[in-house]
């Protein structure tokens, strides 16, 4: 991916994530602890998804990488809280006396749900969402081998063989962060808000996904012009 295809890509997501935050301005936050809790994660799960798309665009990669797993913890305990937590649990949550679960903990009460979680009309597989973003969640918070091979994206040029990794870490915080918005506007009844977010974030995928084309053609092509 070219210089200027990242730098494209990072302005489509900072853009994205900023619309998702600005579209909960002045949300209501609720007046019992199952919402207001909630949503209150959901909202710090926005932040850091504009945090990523800023961080990047000041080119300081591993420090925006970071943040996966803070945002992909907000929004999975903002789940938590509003579709398995009991009463009394958040209750002394809100008063300071309880605590959230581990992440570990937290998925495995997710992935007890009987009934399928929905926002704004879409039912969410958690469970394969969260399994998605764990595997990398460790590797890119603790700097590992992917955290260190997409740092190279601050260069003139993000490596062929990075490039599919990274698009799928900004194409990662985006839906999150659209999920996060959607189900903070879904959980306080403003869905069509919400399912706009989720169209937008299906936006972004396509044009991740047509930049990650469009490098793979220009790899073949840079490939045929050396051997010639």
Not at 186 to 214: I, K, M, P, Y
Request: charged share 20%.
């Amino acid at each position: 991916m070219n210089h200027e295809a990242f730098r494209s890509v990072v302005i489509c997501h900072l853009r994205t994530a900023t619309a998702f935050q600005d579209a909960l301005e002045g949300l209501a936050i609720g007046n019992v602890p199952r919402e207001h809790i909630s949503r209150r994660l959901w909202i710090l799960a926005n932040q850091d998804g504009a945090s990523f798309g800023a961080l990047l665009k000041l080119g300081h990669v591993g420090s925006a990488l970071a943040l996966i797993r803070p945002q992909t913890e907000a929004f999975l305990r903002g789940c938590w809280a509003r579709w398995f937590a009991t009463d009394v649990q958040l209750c002394r949550i809100a008063e300071g006396t309880g605590r959230f679960e581990l992440l570990a903990q937290t998925l495995k009460d997710l992935d007890s749900l009987q009934l399928p979680v929905r926002i704004c009309g879409r039912e969410l597989d958690l469970v394969h969402l969260s399994r998605a973003a764990v595997s990398k969640l460790h590797d890119l918070t603790h700097r590992g081998t992917l955290a260190l091979d997409l740092l190279s994206a601050c260069n003139a040029s993000l490596p062929f063989a990075a490039a599919p990794h990274f698009l799928a870490a900004l194409d990662l915080t985006i839906q999150i962060g659209a999920l996060s918005a959607a189900a903070a506007l879904d959980d306080a009844g403003d869905s069509e808000a919400g399912n706009a977010l989720l169209v937008r974030a299906d936006e972004f995928r396509l044009q991740a996904d047509h930049l990650l084309n469009e490098s793979q053609h220009l790899q073949v092509e840079s490939g045929l012009g050396a051997k010639q």
